[in-house]
């Protein structure tokens, strides 16, 4: 075992993966906890796919993948929260439009300059080269900068999460806070996006969240369960795709799923 | 010394009017009894002076300095989710949030107050205990809890008594009536109109449109609120 883990880090690819996207687990896990509570979730599956839009035009112009993503991501998301709190039932199918489409232009900007290649494969699924070095930094600066906002707004994320109408009643900005949570799930998105494929992203913001709902009921318990659980997957999956040669993605995901079953046995052994 | 006044309201939804052409003021220290049949209204009374519902005609304006983030507020209704993980101390402490500006953590103060409510309604040993978990009544009083958390100076219940039990209903009317007699200005919905009269100081009464309004003294002589006490 020892052994594995010293040959996986003699790559300096893999130990920047899992720097990066060890931070990127965690902030996603965060943020997964208010995203399924709100009843969010549909923004985090279509900023993904918007994601993948946006990268695929960025690569078949050759732009910068990261500075060109993250605006465009960004500016989805403003677009999909206005979307869903004005209408639920019509928000969901224009969010539903929107990563459909995306998803398309992506494949058709792929396809028209480079063919079907290798890289449309590595949007979708995740790719663990995908990190170069100046992602590294990017990945561990924007992840810190999400994580101590996270940190700071913590209380006022969980009034807004819990009473929006208490919170607004009582002179909390809503509506900032709103936008800070989708801000900051855009940046997630894109940053883990290439680590984990726009296909897969989502699950790694909604699993830890409704695994550590089965058994925890407070929640503090909850968010501090969720990102332990979040990054705990994230390495074993990571040793997994190594030892295995599966796709990381997938990989961290499989983990993700043994996992909320033993907590949802837990759950039921527990509350019985 | 006027620290509310509604002027010419005008509420409706979806051009169903509800409260139409409502005028009326509350000063700093009232205790306002808002009373009427269901649907006439008091609710979305409620939702219009913390801003939740925008008033098609007329206006509620605050004085004397008084912000949003000084009022604390029991909805009749929370659409909290059933699946929420949060105990009762999560709930109870998030109504001091709204007096802090960017710091990110309780003080000292905050925690003893939330302490000092729960313990006024009884709660204190459901602390842990998970909130979605909670009977009926002990949810409500969990969420009276967090109202007088953020009531820094003026206090909005909808029906705080209902699904409460005897014991503990007369003791919340002495909580709100202490808060009151401490400076905190009141306005609550209730079909408790004995108790609305025993401690209250003005009343509102809605009905499709204002039916009364002025001193208890004054409403015990109208002819609606003889009427609504003969049905009480
Ligand atoms: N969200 C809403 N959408 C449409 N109509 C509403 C809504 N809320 C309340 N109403 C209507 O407005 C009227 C007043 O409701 P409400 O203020 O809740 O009355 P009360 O609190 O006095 O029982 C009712 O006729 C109700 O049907
Ligand atoms: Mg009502």
Redesign the pocket.
């Given at each position: 075992m020892f052994e594995l883990l010293r040959e996986m880090l003699n790559y300096p690819f893999m130990a920047r993966a899992l720097v990066a996207g060890g931070l990127i687990a965690l902030c996603a896990s965060l943020l997964g906890v208010s995203l399924v509570l709100k009843r969010y979730s549909m923004i985090g599956d279509g900023l993904s796919h918007v994601s993948f839009g946006a990268l695929a035009v960025a690569t078949a112009l050759n732009a910068a993948p990261l500075q060109v993503s993250i605006p465009v991501v960004v500016a989805a998301a403003f677009l999909m929260l206005r979307l869903s709190e004005n209408s639920r039932i019509k928000g969901d199918a224009l969010i539903a439009l929107i990563s459909t489409g995306s998803l398309a232009v992506g494949i058709m900007a792929l396809s028209l300059t480079r063919g079907m290649n290798v890289d449309v494969y590595n949007f979708l699924f995740g790719s663990i080269l995908a990190m170069g070095r100046g992602d590294v930094l990017v990945s561990v600066v924007l992840s810190a900068v999400v994580l101590v906002l996270y940190a700071l707004f913590y209380s006022k994320i969980f009034a807004v999460t819990f009473d929006e109408c208490f919170a607004r009643a009582t002179g909390i900005k809503v509506g900032a806070y709103n936008l800070l949570i989708a801000l900051l799930t855009a940046v997630t998105v894109v940053l883990g996006m290439r680590l984990m494929g726009a296909l897969l992203i989502s699950s790694m913001i909604i699993f830890p969240a409704l695994t550590s709902m089965r058994v925890f009921k407070s929640y503090k318990s909850v968010v501090l369960s969720s990102a332990a659980l979040s990054v705990i997957c994230f390495f074993v999956g990571i040793v997994i795709s190594y030892a295995w040669a599966t796709p990381v993605g997938a990989s961290i995901v499989v983990v993700n799923i043994l996992a909320f079953l033993v907590f949802f046995a837990a759950g039921h052994i527990k509350y019985r | 010394m006027a620290l509310i006044t509604c002027r010419d309201l005008t509420l409706s939804?979806?051009g169903?009017v509800?409260i139409s052409q409502l005028s009326f003021q509350v000063n700093s220290g009232d205790y306002l009894c808002i009373v009427?049949?269901?649907?006439?209204?008091?609710?979305?009374?409620l939702?219009a002076i913390l801003s939740l519902k925008s008033p098609d005609r007329g206006e509620i304006r605050f004085h004397e300095g008084l912000k949003q983030e000084e009022i604390g507020y029991l909805p009749?209704q929370t659409e909290a989710q059933k699946d929420f993980p949060a105990n009762v101390w999560e709930v109870v402490l998030s109504g001091c949030l709204n007096s802090k500006r960017l710091c990110p953590c309780y003080s000292k103060e905050d925690r003893a107050r939330a302490r000092a409510n729960m313990e006024k309604l009884e709660i204190a040993d459901l602390a842990r205990a998970c909130f979605r978990e909670l009977s009926g009544g002990q949810q409500r009083r969990v969420l009276l809890a967090r109202a007088l958390c953020a009531a820094k100076r003026l206090l909005l219940l909808?029906?705080p008594f209902a699904g409460l039990d005897p014991v503990i209903t007369h003791d919340l009317h002495g909580i709100v009536k202490e808060l009151n007699d401490e400076g905190s200005t009141i306005i609550m919905?209730s079909h408790d109109l004995s108790g609305a009269i025993a401690h209250a100081s003005h009343i509102l009464h809605?009905q499709k449109g204002p039916l009364f309004f002025g001193t208890v003294s004054d409403y015990l002589q109208s002819s609606p609120g003889m009427r609504f006490l003969g049905e009480a």
């Open positions: - | 939804y979806d169903n509800v009427g049949e269901n649907g006439s209204g008091k609710s979305t009374l939702k009749q909808d029906e919905v809605l």
